[in-house]
């Protein structure tokens, strides 16, 4: 079984919508496809259609696959290439294109003749990521009035539909798209705001290609070659190994497969509505697993309940028509609250949701046709982890919604069966997820298959997931990073990161350690350190308790800023201030910052967020002033300071700008171990 997937937060309710296959006419960030293994591999690789860009002023490869000794030929207004089909039915070319702009019309002929239309050339943006990156424009802030105006002819993108594998896949799905209001509703909401300031600054066609999936971490999108030498991820690669020596099916996580291994009701089909479950115990749902002997030991259970609805089945009120939200309106939605630590939802047999997000209320929507007149089936199965896992939250958070409105309860009875009592000789699996997290699935299923296309660079949006492990993440990013440039094979092109927002409640005491801050700098040192990047900073974004912050704009705006300054040569601030040098003075720090364009300055009513120490390694929070193009901080609690740290926890109050309008990235001038520097998933 192939479990599809979606993570992704909308609105104030910030909930994880983890839908079964089917759940929306286009994919979402962090659904998984299909595999395309076994299908006959086109005449002409997907990532190339009608619509498309083409990158400018450097040979466009162009590929694949005819029989073998084809001769293939292309050509792109009065240019061409021609390639021979190998042994293994690929051709590949290497055209000049025409100049920037278009219309123009593709011809590849061979023994078959394919003609793509309406093509624009341009740069070529690979816009990588997770659920941030991915998360589509009608999700966001405005986003009416945005979809509204984005008129945008000389903007394509390419979403790559989520696919992890173990193997190298040849071929993607998706399809280029103009942005129009008919279409951007479905852009990358980042990308989209990158690529309008850019074009509107450099007026020639952009073309975006949009690479994400929700919840992944950096490693999944790394080659096993690039990861090996780290020797952070042996593990999780030998089981890889192990999977792929078993023709495994290619999840990309490793719950699924411990599933497919132990779960004996996943096995005997214990989700379908016809199975006699008049042995099963009666238990209350919130509960069950104390009356099921397991109260305390890791366990996987399964429930089962039975309603019935009326005939005809509730239609769509007026107002349930009306109501905005991430499903389709007048929806029929089941609510479970939250789960320790997974579930996996079926109706009448019907796979409708799972998720392994602890702390996010479950809501899955259930698509027409899968309730009936009569009676229904509803079955549940949950692998608990901890004493007090299972159901978590109240009663009434447990309700089926239906399409007109109404709600049925479902805290109560329920039958149960414990499936499996998952101690040893059932190990608990590696991890929890169903969406792909395995080291270099991803890079596999959705980044090789598009290379060596050429582009002008890439924008990332990612971390939250490496944030457990932010200190790891300043190998891992630029081990990534080279692993891509080798893969597209045209040098050191531009890599452009988006620090991580404002995230979580704000600590009222200095912090030592953070997953999200140390995640910060390490994308900070990476963007230093790494050639042709840049950061683009956010802190002064962000929602506290939406991961999945609505404001996408700044952090469009700022990657572009990037590319317009570093790439583009354009005249235009793309930092704001950064730390230069300390001075340490007798009872106070100075420090000197580089990119005060316009002079620092305080956006807000109080310059922050400072803690300063000394060689005891206590913070306290700062005085801090500006003095020309340096702030000084000192403390009455710290007579002798040495260290400083500013913005240093996940929600900080982050004041110092420049006077171009861009935040400082949070920083510290000490070297002391963080609460990450020595965790490791494996």
């Known amino acids: 079984m192939i479990q599809r997937f979606t993570s992704l937060k909308v609105a104030a309710a910030a909930l994880l919508l983890v839908a079964a296959s089917g759940t929306f006419a286009q994919p979402t960030p962090g659904q998984a496809t299909p595999s395309t293994a076994g299908k ?8 190339f259609g009608d619509n498309m860009v ?14 073998p000794g084809d001769t293939v030929r292309v050509q792109i207004g009065d240019k061409t290439a021609t390639a021979t089909a190998g042994a293994d039915r690929r051709w590949q070319v290497k055209i000049q294109p025409p100049a920037a702009g278009g219309p123009y019309t593709v011809s590849i002929t061979g023994h078959q003749t394919v003609e793509l239309h309406n093509v624009l050339v341009g740069d070529v943006w690979l816009c990588g990521g997770q659920s941030n990156m991915g998360l589509p424009l009608r999700f966001t802030k405005n986003a009416d009035d945005e979809i509204k105006a984005a008129n945008f002819p000389e903007i394509r993108f390419f979403t790559v539909e989520g696919h992890p594998a173990y193997h190298h896949m040849d071929v993607i799905e998706g399809n280029w798209r103009a942005v129009s209001p008919e279409t951007a509703g479905s852009v990358s ?34 080659s096993e070659a690039a990861l090996r030498p780290l020797h952070d991820f ?17 999840y990309g996580n490793y719950v699924m497969h411990w599933y497919d291994q132990y779960d004996i009701g996943q096995k005997e089909k214990w989700a379908v509505p016809d199975l006699d479950d008049s042995a099963w115990k009666r238990v209350p749902v919130p509960g069950g697993f104390a009356e099921l002997g397991v109260p305390d030991t890791p366990a996987l259970v399964w429930f089962r309940r039975e309603i019935t609805l009326p005939d005809p089945l509730p239609k769509p009120a007026a107002e349930a028509n009306a109501a905005p939200g991430p499903f389709p309106r007048g929806g029929v939605t089941l609510h479970l609250g939250s789960i320790e630590r997974m579930d996996t939802a079926y109706v009448n047999g019907v796979e409708v949701g799972g998720s392994a997000w602890v702390e996010n209320p479950r809501m899955y929507f ?22 007090d896992g299972g159901f978590l939250s109240k009663p009434d958070d447990l309700h089926l919604n239906l399409a007109d409105g109404s709600t049925i309860p479902l805290a109560g009875e329920w039958k149960a069966k414990l499936s499996v009592d998952a101690r040893p000789p059932h190990p608990l699996p590696m991890g929890y997820e169903n969406w792909p997290v395995m080291p270099s699935v991803l890079y596999e299923g959705m980044l090789a298959p598009i290379a060596p296309m050429s582009i002008t660079g890439a924008i990332w949006y990612q971390g939250e997931q490496n944030s457990p492990r932010g200190f790891q993440y300043r190998r891992i990013l630029p081990a990534m990073i080279a692993d891509w440039r080798s893969l597209f094979c045209q040098g050191d092109f531009p890599f452009y990161i988006v620090s991580l927002p404002a995230f979580t409640k704000h600590s009222s005491v200095p912090v030592d350690g953070d997953d999200w801050t140390e995640t910060r700098e390490s994308q900070a040192i990476a963007a230093a350190s790494v050639p042709n990047a840049c950061l683009a900073v956010t802190i002064d974004t962000g929602d506290p308790d939406n991961i999945h912050a609505k404001d996408k704009q700044p952090v469009g705006d700022r990657l572009a800023r990037c590319a317009l300054a570093k790439h583009y040569g354009k005249p235009i601030v793309y930092s704001g201030p950064t730390l230069e040098s300390v001075e340490r003075l007798p009872g106070s720090i100075r420090l000197h910052f580089a990119h005060a364009d316009g002079g620092l300055v305080v956006k807000g009513d109080h310059l922050g967020e400072f803690s ?5 390694r206590k913070w306290y929070w700062a005085d801090a002033r500006i003095e020309g193009d340096t702030v000084v901080v000192t403390s009455p609690s710290v007579p002798n300071p040495t260290q400083v740290r500013y913005a240093w926890q996940s929600n900080p109050v982050a004041t110092l700008f420049n006077g171009a309008g861009l935040p400082a990235a949070p920083f510290r001038t000490d070297h002391w171990p963080g609460k990450t520097e020595a965790a490791r998933p494996y």
């Open 612 to 616: 300063i120490a000394g060689d005891d």
């Open 40 to 47: 006959a591999l086109p005449f002409v690789s997907p990532i």
């Open 234 to 250: 042996d593990v999780p690669l030998d089981e890889l190994d192990r999977l792929k020596a078993a023709d495994a099916p290619e």
């Open 54 to 67: 083409l990158q400018r002023d450097k040979p466009d490869a162009i590929w694949g696959w005819s029989d």
């Open 366 to 387: 259930i698509r027409p046709g899968v309730l009936k007149p009569g009676r229904n089936v509803i079955a549940i199965r949950v692998l608990k982890t901890k004493p």
């Open 189 to 222: 909401a980042v990308a989209y705001y990158f690529a309008r300031k850019v074009q509107q600054e450099i007026h020639v066609p952009i073309g975006l290609v949009v690479d994400a999936v929700g919840g992944t971490p950096a490693e999944a999108w790394a």
